[in-house]
C-alpha cells in the first residue's frame, strides 16, 4: 500500500510540474505576441492615413499649407512619437523660417503633393513621408 501511495505522489507531483511549465510557456508567448506587435492594426493604419490623403494630388497652397499644419500636429502628438511623417520639398521656395521644414507656401501657387508608404515590419502601409512639388503651368 506504501507503495503505491507514493507513486499517486510522484505522478501528482509530475502532473503539477507539467502544468507549471506549461502556464509559463502560455504566459510567454503571450508577452512575446505583445512585443512583436508593436505595428499598427488595420483599422489604425487607415485612420493615420486618412488624416493625410485628403491632401493628396494638385491642391492650391492655401490646402498645402493646411496639410502642413496636419503633420505638424501629428508629429507633435505623443501618440504618434513613432509614426513621425517627414515633408520633402522639391521646386518649391525654400526659406529657413518659413514652414515646416523651411518650405515657404505660397498660397496662390498650385503644389503636387505624394504620399509615399512605409514597408517593414513596423508600421508597414502606413504614410511616412509626403512630397510636394510646385505644379507646372499646364
Do not use: H, P, W
Not at 505623443?78 to 521644414?101: F, H, L, M, P, W
Request: net charge positive.
Amino acid at each position: 500500500m506504501e507503495n503505491a501511495s507514493k507513486a499517486l505522489i510522484i505522478a501528482g507531483a509530475i502532473l503539477l510540474a507539467i502544468l507549471l511549465i506549461s502556464l509559463g510557456i502560455m504566459i510567454f508567448a503571450q508577452a512575446q505576441d505583445t512585443v512583436s506587435n508593436n505595428s499598427m492594426t488595420d483599422a489604425d493604419r487607415q485612420s493615420f492615413n486618412n488624416r493625410f490623403l485628403k491632401y493628396e494630388g494638385k491642391q492650391k497652397g492655401t490646402v498645402v499649407k493646411a496639410l502642413l499644419n496636419e503633420v505638424i500636429a501629428s508629429n507633435a502628438d505623443a501618440n504618434n512619437s513613432d509614426r513621425q511623417v517627414k515633408i520633402n520639398s522639391k521646386n518649391a521656395t525654400s526659406t529657413e523660417k518659413a514652414g515646416e521644414g523651411g518650405i515657404d507656401i505660397k498660397t496662390s501657387e498650385l503644389y503636387n503633393v505624394t504620399m509615399k508608404y512605409s514597408t517593414g515590419t513596423s508600421g508597414t502601409g502606413r504614410i511616412n513621408d509626403i512630397t510636394i512639388t510646385k505644379a507646372t503651368n499646364n
